[in-house]
């Protein structure tokens, strides 16, 4: 009975921890955007993201050892130092967006402009840093974001045409006056807001501060495989909420204000209260996560003392790089700088940086010295493979998009 | 081919100064529809004073940065320089609905009609529709 609720609270955490700022705002963008057409992209985001976590909490519930600590010792220092600029450059940009993600989803509760509550958010996600266990951090996280289950129950309300948002979801709806080239911009924003780069380590690092072993590879696979395609559905809710009332009406969200405006239509202040505290956890949990990542990415390649469960005055390093991190957040956001614009632009940077952040893992995770009989099968590595192309293609494409776009204008 | 070239050239500056206004007016026309949809949702009670506010405030920077988005425009004829004008006083309108439902929000507690919105939305479409089919 035990081991059933610990599953099944691994997998609610997993669906509640899936989303975070950059999949809110891309998912309602390309949805009042482009309508179901892109939603393809969600599919084969939430099936990358779920061979690649679940690889990286085996490799750390196997060799006991978190992704970063490994890839320095197995790629040697100047593969990891490159793998370590793009991937602490990238969760900075991350991190700088949840904060201001929180702060938005507060000023939209309050009325209390979104630049005071930058500072106050920074400090909230450092005391719960400091202060509380990791795994009642992740789980009230996880769990107080299965409010935005409330994006499904949204679309349902709206009683929208399926035949039409299925027409859409198979292409065969038209891009409208959307150009192809910003269609594909899009695809790659949408592909890297699932695959962002912080939630492998994340992954990774949480398992080795929980004192995951073998025996638990069950659990990972169950979150991974279970949790994070549910939470899947729920970005292709968002899309669809977005697609069935703002599409219509040529609204082009970009703003956190617009994307709750299709929840109030099909379901009143009720349910757009409840979305706001799904956002606020979410974004607060996705803030944790990439504090905590910065954090594990240095020290780990440092050979620092890192991790929760460490007391912070012997992972003094730790600590105070986190600090630093959500200081810089807090400094980018009061220059005034438009959190969703720093949102876009992370995962569109997420999908540059993929490559050097999933080959080590994959390299890694093939490795018998580390794995012994849990290295990958022929399936999983077959999967990556094909998965690392598609990383490689929206990698070298992500850039030159971008400038023939204007940023997907 | 010189002549050739600056043609093109010519062509695709022309193309690109009715880009820019085209994307003006959509951010503009999105930014106003918003707009109403909000103090639409609020006159119901189906969103919070917050929200509508928020909207409000966000689609005022929108219509701004659509109307900043026109000034480095360079116009190289006369009707352009129609276009461009057009363009502006659309924009103008729109930024100044915007701004009236913003501050009679927050000034007055009662409903705020977007009937100023719902006309500078009109003429926005309007313009939006006439470029387009030049294009």
Redesign the interface.
Known sequence: MKKVLGLALGVLTAIGGFLDIGDLVTDAVVGSRFGLSLGWVVVVGVVGICIFAQMSGRVAAVSGRATFELIRERLGPRAGLANLGASFFINLMTLTAEVGGIALALQLASSVHYLLWVPLAAVAVWLVIWRVKFSIMENVAGLVGLALIGFAVALFLLGPDWGELGRQALQQAGLGSEKVSTYWYYAIALFGAAMTPYEVFFFSSGAVEEGWTAKDLAQSRANVLVGFPLGGVLSLAIAGCAAVVLLPQLIAVTSLSQVMLPVAVAGGKLLVAVIIIGVVAATFGAALETTLSAGYTIAQFFGWPWGKFRAPARAARFHLLMIICLIVGVGVLMTGIDPVQVTELSVVFSAVALPLTYLPILIVANDPEYMGRFVNSRLMNAAALVYLVIILVASLSAIPLMIITGAGR | MLAGLLLLSGCGQHAATEDDLI?AL??A??AL??SV??LD?LDQ???????T???L???SK?VSDAQHTIDPIKISSDAERTDRDATATVLAAGSAAVLEARDELALHDRSVSPDGLIAADVATTNLLNRL?EDE
């Not at chain 2, 009670?45 to 929200?51: L, W």
């Open positions: 994307h959509t951010e026309h999105s529809g918003a949809l909000a949702q009670g189906r969103a919070t004073r917050a929200i506010e928020t909207v405030e966000d689609m929108q387009r």
